[in-house]
């Protein structure tokens, strides 16, 4: 029987063979002749084998050795709470962690983490963990507001499986870790600016509320009050999301 490998972990040493039959065949890596691996889109020769659990390939052999395999990268941003995702290789793990926090849907929280990986060119996140708490608004006119802050933490990473329809080649993996450091370094820079302009307006505030009330305990009191809402509201810590962990 001759057929096309549709999937190979070669992590796990275990995919599936689509038989020119039309069936799938289940393939592990002590079945291969002359191979120490199997790549997807590779054309196979084997013996099938009906078995309780399904149909299985033995004794497979390549039918061509000089097909070039390269990298096929899913389609879209994968997100998961575990440390791995049926189907793909994890074939760079950053040293950073990425997080994520919204309120209201949760699903924003996971759209948001998967933005954030993608910005920093990887294709998935994995370890993924959630938490929430709640947060409180007073001065709406309406009383004091209570809602939920979905909270997501994990690490980003290349996902990707070895194809003769890939496109990116194992010796040109791109250094991620060293683009993330360099977006972390300009983060720290924003953040760092906003905080000098808030600093600036805070005094501002509060110098002209002490002048405004005469350097009175009570005027004193209100502009130190003015200024830190005013330095909480113009202050922005652009980071946050992004730490590194090793």
Same mark, same amino acid.
Do not use: N
């Given at each position: 029987m001759d057929g096309s490998v549709s999937t190979?972990?070669?992590?796990?040493?275990?995919?599936?063979?689509?038989?020119?039959?039309?069936?799938?065949?289940?393939?592990?890596? $002590?079945?291969?002749?002359?191979?120490? =691996?199997?790549?997807? /889109?590779?054309? !196979?020769?084997?013996?099938?084998?009906?078995?309780?659990?399904?149909?299985?390939?033995?004794?497979?052999?390549?039918?061509?050795?000089?097909?070039?395999?390269?990298?096929?990268?899913?389609? $879209?941003?994968?997100?998961?709470?575990? =440390?791995?995702?049926? /189907?793909?290789? !994890?074939?760079?793990?950053?040293n950073w962690k990425i997080s994520a926090g919204v309120r209201g849907n949760p699903n924003d929280a996971w759209a948001l983490i998967k933005s954030r990986a993608e910005r920093l060119g990887y294709n998935g996140v994995i370890n993924v963990a959630y938490s929430k708490e709640t947060g409180v608004e007073s001065g709406t006119g309406r009383g004091t507001h209570y809602f939920t802050i979905h909270r997501l933490e994990g690490t980003p990473v290349l996902f990707g499986r070895r194809s003769t329809s890939g496109t990116l080649s194992e010796n040109a993996l791109p250094d991620l870790d060293s683009a993330a450091q360099r977006l972390n370094d300009e983060l720290l820079a924003m953040t760092a600016s906003s905080r000098s302009s808030a600093k600036i307006v805070a005094l501002g505030v509060f110098g002209v509320g002490c002048f405004a009330a005469s350097l009175s305990t009570v005027g004193v009191m209100i502009s130190s009050a003015a200024a830190i809402i005013c330095y909480t509201a113009i202050s922005n810590d652009y980071g946050s999301w992004l730490r590194k962990v090793r």
């Open positions: 190979f972990l070669e992590s796990k040493g275990y995919g599936f063979i689509a038989g020119d039959d039309g069936r799938s065949y289940f393939v592990h890596r $002590s079945e291969l002749k002359e191979a120490d =691996s199997l790549h997807e /889109g590779q054309r !196979v020769s084997f013996s099938e084998h009906a078995g309780p659990k399904g149909y299985r390939a033995r004794k497979v052999v390549l039918l061509s050795t000089q097909t070039e395999c390269k990298i096929r990268l899913p389609e $879209s941003t994968m997100a998961t709470k575990l =440390s791995s995702i049926q /189907g793909w290789e !994890v074939f760079i793990e950053s």
